[in-house]
């Protein structure tokens, strides 16, 4: 049951070829063998099976609510849920529960979907590897000694291991489509805009965006056509959401769909520093698959994304400071124990966040002070404006964009853990996308030597999902990833 899809379960529950409660066990019984890999912070099973009995009390009277009633979709721990704790893997938020939902908790509750269980994630969702949270560190499906990506992990392991069909991540510089390349499964960034913020703790507010992460393209799909549209309580949620809404059903591209279409290649060479031979070998792979299917190759050439690491780290680190300056001790969350005001603030802090949390913080800080703002964050702000336009340049010809996810396969934990520059080139290839608001989707392209995933992106025009879904479903037929072997691993 467990190798099925989201789509597939939403078929077998039609038939009623078993119920939402067999389902979720099933689930469930797969979480436990796969306990070890520290995926959850919370797996309230009580509420989870609750759930599924309403979802099936539904289905006998005829009220079925949509195509995902009945079916659990993992949330990712920044996610507020009234009915859970929301701690972001952090210390200072370790009991805090939110006093709403937030807008696509919403959507999915009103859609009878199974809320089933919040994963772990780096710290606020700053990492690239589900080290940096305060609680557990989070291994790979594929090989535990590995890490599974950051910031969501768990999403991503919960369903690369699974024991869930459908995962929630949040993306601010790759950290759906990072963890989605590691752990073998798709995952999708959308359009800044097309899903609402609304109850997402903040990192970096004008990077931020919720997507779906799932076995196939056809289940993302599903569920990002479940979360997005426009939404007041979202200042940045924007109309075309509603106007451009993405179709539950993916028709994969073939034959004159495919043939002519123009696809652009940022493909590294034998000598670029930095990439696995495993991932070399998947755009040779690639290149040949869109030559094989009649489209145009264009070799993509940008004057701007050898510099969107250091333009990132300098935006999403001022928000950053800017953010988490909230959590002071006083309002909400972790309280130190010091009569002195200026201490309270100093010793909260201190104790509550976590060393990667800081330094983003400090650096943040710096480069939004007085003599460096112009220098630093204003200069970062105009680059940004750059890379956007280039990419609005780009698809006046080009109907996608296609490289690599990450340049290397997952990594072994604690390998990167005392090197952040390392750390932070894993984003290398999906920072760009979040600078340029556009959406892009992983999806694995076979295994290296060791059988770890390799993942590859695929990046359409703003608001242009539905294509995207399209021709990533037609890439998926010919380099589908082979998971019977997964459902009898246990750990």
Partial sequence: MIERTATEHSTALDKGEYTSQELVKSYLDRAKKCASLEMFNDLDESRIIEAAKASDK????GNVLSALDGIPVAIKDNICDVDEKTTC????????????DATV????KAAGAILYGRTNLDEFAMGSSTENSAFRTTRNPFDPERVPGGSSGGSAASVGSL???????????????????????????????????YGLVAFASSLDQI????LSVQDAALLLSTIEGKDGRDSTSHPFADKHPTSPKVKPMAGKELKGKKVGVLFPDSKSEGFDQSVLKACTDMRNWLEKQGC?????????????????YILATAEASSNLSRFDGIRYGTRSQQSNLQDLYVRSRTEGFGPEVKRRILLGTFVLSSGYFDAYYNSAQKARRMVRAEYLQFFKNLDFIVQPTSPTTAFKIGERAENPIAMYQSDLMTISVN?????????????????LPVGMQITAPHFEEDKLFSFSAAVEKDFSLDRSAMVSRSY
């Avoid at 997507?211 to 799932?214: C, E, Q, S, T, Y």
């Fill in 58 to 61: 539904r289905r006998k009277t």
């Fill in 89 to 100: 893997s952090s210390n200072f938020l370790k009991d805090y529960r939110s006093p709403y």
């Fill in 105 to 108: 908790i919403e959507k999915l």
């Fill in 163 to 197: 024991s869930a069909p459908l995962a929630l991540g949040s993306d601010t510089g790759g950290s759906i489509r990072q963890p989605a390349s590691f752990c073998g499964i798709v995952g999708m960034k959308p359009t800044y805009g097309k899903v609402s913020r």
């Fill in 211 to 214: 997507g779906p992460m799932a």
């Fill in 296 to 312: 145009e190759v264009v070799e993509v050439e940008s004057k701007l994304w050898q510099y969107v690491i250091p333009i990132y």
């Fill in 435 to 451: 600078l340029g608001g556009v959406p892009a989707l992983s999806l694995p392209l076979g295994t290296d030597g060791d059988g």
